[in-house]
């Protein structure tokens, strides 16, 4: 593979070619792996298999997972590509055959005549994996989720025994309620400017829709829930299929219309609340509360839409900051207060507190310069109580992945959890780091050092309980 032409293939940004298997000898650990964790911590992300023909960082590439399974103070690891039909077809023919989301390509009449998939729209199942229901599955927000076997290996789609229906589109940020452990999601279609919530519940079973009716298709990545309700944000970004499929870039971004933050009552019942302000965009929320009549929600603000056609543009390089945006159902005021100066993404909390008031996010970050697609060295903590953020660095050329809260089990209290994260610094390799979330002056307590590369990727999570 040429990949000198893709800005956001290169350093730890570029993929590995193999799916590895590795026993607890075969890895080098450091420091002490928590004896009490049952489970395994597992991250998607892109991991192109060919040369791709276009790549727009952070959508496109196949969907790989890393894993590692704790059990007992022991660990282990494996790597799989999630055998997406795009991805089986490609194999077939040996050759990339699909576009990126920021320029699609017509599917080779040949493809389609030899039984290929014939949809443009490549589902990467790159962005997130999740156990819910006893149901491990790596998401993608444009299509079905693909259901996986504890090993990583490949079922297929998974329609949640038929509620989804063709076209559905499910989020790959799902968030679950601590109380009813209900899976409150949502679906988009290609084909609809509107918006579904979606609730399973703690058995995967479909048990709630709430529509939410839009005059146009906006770019709705996150959901955030507080007790009562479900907040989105509708920025003014949209993406053009049609502009997409003739090659012109498709990413929209009318500033002037300014963000509309709607809190959608989760009982199903009730008026949508709307709020409007100034123009921003978020990938990521960290988590959202109610409080004296008010809705309080932590989320990375970005400035403007962070992606474009062009590739290596600089776009990717906007500041992204944690904020606190305070809504008031009385008057319908929106404040809106940067929280911290530190560049940070990939937002997450103890998930016993989600929906609830807490004390810690916590969130990857940097401390030095954007340089061309470097990403980020540092785990930091953000403590909503004295104000602090606190980092972590690994190294100034390090890349740090999404740091996972996982939590301790013996202790309700949120600083007694480990923070999980895939770490790549240059010169000591790949690990995964688990830092005390209560202490990050002390660094790591354990580094599970991993022979070869762990490329950068979204989103990770902690199975409870499952295992091999
Ligand atoms: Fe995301």
């Given at each position: 593979m040429d990949l000198s032409a893709f800005p956001y293939l290169q350093g730890n940004y570029a993929?590995?070619?193999?799916?590895?298997?590795?026993?607890?000898?075969?890895?080098?650990i450091e420091g002490q792996v928590p004896a009490n964790l049952v489970g395994?911590?597992?991250?998607?992300g892109p991991n192109v298999a060919f040369q791709p023909n276009h790549y727009v960082y952070?959508?496109?590439?196949?969907?790989?997972?890393?894993?590692?399974?704790?059990?007992?103070?022991?660990?282990?690891?494996?790597?799989?590509?999630?055998?997406?039909?795009?991805l089986m077809t490609e194999r077939k023919f040996g050759r990339t055959l699909y576009g990126s989301v920021g320029k699609l390509m017509e599917v080779p009449q040949e493809v389609i005549d030899a039984g290929g998939e014939p949809n443009p729209v490549r589902n990467t199942a790159n962005t997130n994996v999740l156990y819910h229901g006893g149901k491990l599955l790596a998401m993608w927000e444009g299509g079905f989720p693909h259901l996986l076997n504890n090993d990583l290996s490949t079922v297929g789609l998974y329609d949640y025994g038929?509620?989804?229906?063709?076209?559905?589109?499910?989020?790959?940020?799902?968030?679950?309620c601590p109380d009813t452990g209900d899976l409150v999601s949502c679906t988009q279609r290609w084909d609809s400017p509107n918006y579904w919530v979606q609730v399973f519940d703690a058995k995967g079973v479909h048990k709630q829709t709430i529509p939410v009716e839009f005059p146009r298709k906006g770019i709705i990545h996150d959901l955030q829930i507080t007790?009562?309700?479900?907040?989105?944000?509708?920025?003014?970004?949209?993406?053009?299929?049609?502009?997409?499929?003739?090659?012109e870039d498709p990413f929209i971004w009318e500033p002037e219309k300014g963000t509309r933050i709607i809190a959608i009552p989760r009982s199903g019942s009730g008026e949508n609340m709307v709020f409007e302000t100034d123009a921003f965009f978020s990938w990521h929320y960290c988590n959202g509360f109610e409080q004296g009549?008010?809705?309080?929600?932590?989320?990375?603000?970005?400035?403007?839409?962070?992606?474009?056609?062009?590739?290596?543009?600089?776009?990717?390089?906007?500041?992204?900051?944690?904020?606190?945006?305070t809504l008031d159902p009385a008057t319908k005021q929106v404040t809106n207060e940067q929280f911290s100066d530190v560049f940070c993404e990939f937002s997450r909390v103890d998930e016993r507190r989600m929906g609830k008031d807490y004390r810690y996010g916590f969130a990857t970050c940097s401390n030095r310069d954007w340089g061309d697609a470097h990403g980020y060295n540092c785990t930091g903590r953000f403590d909503f109580e004295t104000g602090e953020t606190k980092l972590w660095e690994y190294g100034p050329e390090a890349n740090a992945g999404e740091p996972v809260h996982v939590p301790n089990p013996d202790s309700e209290r949120e600083e007694d959890g480990y923070i999980m994260c895939y770490v790549f610094n240059p010169g000591e390799g790949a690990f995964l780091s688990i830092l005390s979330a209560g202490d990050f002056d002390n660094g790591p307590v354990a580094k599970i050092h991993i022979p070869g590369r762990v490329p950068n990727g979204f989103h990770a999570n902690w199975m409870q309980g499952l295992c091999l």
């Open positions: 993929p590995i070619d193999e799916e590895r298997d590795y026993s607890e000898e075969q890895l080098r395994a911590f597992m991250r998607d952070p959508l496109d590439g196949d969907g790989m997972v890393h894993a590692v399974y704790f059990r007992d103070g022991h660990v282990e690891y494996k790597n799989r590509w999630v055998q997406t039909s795009h038929g509620a989804l229906q063709p076209g559905d589109a499910l989020t790959a940020h799902p968030k679950i007790e009562n309700y479900i907040v989105i944000f509708y920025a003014p970004s949209f993406h053009s299929l049609e502009k997409a499929m003739k090659g009549g008010k809705i309080h929600i932590d989320y990375v603000w970005i400035n403007s839409i962070p992606f474009t056609q062009a590739q290596g543009t600089g776009v990717e390089k906007q500041p992204r900051r944690m904020y606190r945006m």
